[in-house]
């Protein structure tokens, strides 16, 4: 973290959803199954064990991304793609989210104290918009971003933390940024975002030897310990 960046400089809280705010029980593989379906890839096969182990080592990756290295053509990623978003949509819809116990808590208090609070995902916004919806999230925080949202490049890219520098102006540097989430991914969008405070959660896809890899600036057991590093703001 830079000396030039305090705790309780940081004004704008960049938060990932999946596995950071949003506990989904491994519905990302699940969904992953009906998208592999689609394109012809059998469940059980070296090609399907292949493409899983993708799958999780790029968690939190804009997943048209993840489905174009996949698949190859356009095409055929547009239809893993939709595959991919309607399944995960319909186990949403069936109730199987859940809040990360101490999430919407550590959002307000954060709100509370001055800052401002993003959240973001590599899902298409259909399915973020399900994910709001199903949790009641809809108000909760002044912008949610998707890939789409910030021309349409999602994670390892620094777009969805820039974009939402740019379109809240709660911070005048980017060092006021705090970047937070599950995945090496996560951690990494916001090392190249020159965040001040870049944080991977325990909670998720992956863990400490990937997140110090990456660059972050510290590891949490959960988002619930996020308020408790960012006392309130100037």
Sequence with gaps: MSTLTTMTDIRLVVLDMAGTTVADGGLVERAFEAAATELGVAPGSAE????????????????????????GDEDRAQRANTAFEKAYGGLVDAGLIAPVPGAREAIEELAAGGRTVVLTTGFARVTQDAILDALGWRDLVP???????????????????????????????????????????????GVRAGAGLVAGVRTGAHGDEAFRAAGATHVLDSVA??????????
Excluded: W
């Design 48 to 71: 399907h064990a292949e493409h899983l182990s993708y799958v999780r080592a790029t968690m939190g990756e804009s997943k048209i991304s993840v489905f174009r290295y996949l698949f």
């Design 143 to 189: 912008l949610t971003l998707c890939p789409a949202d910030a021309g349409g490049r999602g994670r390892p890219y620094p777009d969805m933390v820039l974009e939402a520098f740019v379109r809240t102006k709660a911070a005048e540097d980017v060092r006021q940024i705090a970047v937070v989430g599950d995945t090496s991914y996560d951690v990494l969008s």
């Design 225 to 234: 310990d996020l308020p408790a590093l960012l006392p309130g703001a100037h």
